[in-house]
């Protein structure tokens, strides 16, 4: 009975988006096969021990949990990924942090995000601007946000898989005849963050809540607000057969000359 996920209350509606990489009983899941180490799972190729992780390479999806570190100025992580991530996000478990994200799909380098902000895009610093490799990313060592000694995280990462993910950038043109971009499949999920000029929340659009174009019914990330319909003028999209395309000139999501980053996902096949 918990008002964030099943409150009794009259009128009360939720929504939950679920990937799934992979489970068993056992601590450490890569492709479905549950491994009882790290090693076994072939997770051990950072300088960072994991304490779990849910691997599903197929869809191009991780999730991994470690301790922080003090000892030495870079360190690295394993992702469990056949490639190299193109968005990977980390939060502390242990104490208040931010949810820091990091891409590549702005310009190829390593640029950082915070999912609680509105803020714009910054090219990451060192050793954060290391780039991913197709088994570990690379963080900082007693950072609060990703690796201070004595606490506990996870990171998510993701790349893009065909047919049924894509994460990229688009340039909006300001009009209700919007940009369209292209995924080569069904949109079932989109989220969008404008990444440079004008600040904007992180927009949430999915299928399930809107089974029907236009799709208008907005969530953010970084907000608690309930629900949001948004108006012609507002933050609109259809979703297509092989993309999406903004239905709106509101500056989160199609701004004239403003670039976003994208996150679109299918159904499950």
């Known amino acids: 009975n918990n008002s964030r996920t099943n409150s009794v209350s ?11 990489a992979g489970g068993s009983s056992n601590t450490f899941n890569v492709n479905g096969k549950g491994y009882a180490t790290a090693a076994a799972a072939g997770l051990d190729n950072g300088t960072i021990s994991l304490t779990g992780a ?17 000892t030495g100025s870079s360190q690295t992580i394993p992702h469990g990924l056949n490639e190299p991530p193109q968005f990977w996000m980390w939060k502390r478990l242990t104490g208040t942090a931010n949810w820091v994200a990091y891409t590549t ?6 640029d950082y995000l915070l999912l609680n902000s509105v803020t714009t895009a910054s090219s990451g610093v060192s050793p954060w601007s290391t780039l991913p490799t197709s088994s570990v990313v690379t963080t900082g060592t007693n950072n609060d946000d990703t690796c201070n000694a004595g606490d506990n995280y996870v990171m998510y990462a993701w790349h893009s898989v065909p047919g049924y ?14 940009t369209f971009v292209y995924t080569g499949f069904r949109p079932s999920w989109v989220m969008t963050k404008t990444i440079n ?11 399930k809540r809107n089974p029907h174009n236009i799709t208008n019914r907005t969530l953010y990330a970084n907000l608690n607000n309930a629900e949001s319909a948004e108006s012609a003028s507002g933050n609109q999209m259809d979703l297509l057969s092989n993309g999406f395309k ?3 000139n ?8 403003s670039v976003y980053i994208y996150m679109a996902f299918a159904e499950q096949p």
Request: hydrophobic share 20%; charged share 15%.
């Open 246 to 248: 903004m239905r709106g």
């Open 105 to 110: 799909s702005i310009d190829g380098g390593s």
């Open 165 to 178: 993910s894509k994460i990229g950038t688009y340039t909006g043109n300001g009009s209700s005849d919007g």
């Open 10 to 20: 009259v009128n009360n509606t939720y929504v939950a988006w679920c990937w799934k």
């Open 250 to 257: 509101n500056q989160d999501t199609n701004g004239d000359g």
């Open 54 to 70: 849910s691997v599903n390479t197929e869809s191009g999806f991780s999730i991994v949990t470690y301790a922080g570190t003090d």
């Open 197 to 207: 000029g004008n600040t904007s929340n992180w927009n949430i659009y999915d299928h």
